[in-house]
C-alpha cells in the first residue's frame, strides 16, 4: 500500500462523512424545528433589550 492508496481512502472517507452531514442537515423531518429555533436565537435578545429599555416593537417609547 502506497501513499495514493491512503489518499484515496481518505477522498471516500471524506466523501461519506460530507453526504452524512447534507443528509442529517436536510434529510431529517425532526431537525427542521430545531434548526429554525437556532436561526432565531440572536434575534431572541432584541426582544428583551427592548422590554428592559421600554420600548415597543418599533423602537417607541411606551407611554406609561
Request: glycine fraction near 8%; proline fraction near 2%.
Amino acid at each position: 500500500m502506497d501513499i495514493n492508496d491512503l489518499r484515496s481512502i481518505m477522498t471516500v472517507v471524506s466523501l461519506i462523512t460530507f453526504l452524512g452531514v447534507v443528509w442529517w442537515a436536510y434529510g431529517v423531518k425532526g431537525n427542521k424545528q430545531r434548526f429554525e429555533e437556532a436561526a432565531m436565537l440572536p434575534f431572541s435578545d432584541e426582544e428583551a433589550d427592548r422590554a428592559e429599555l421600554g420600548l415597543d416593537a418599533n423602537g417607541q417609547r411606551n407611554a406609561r
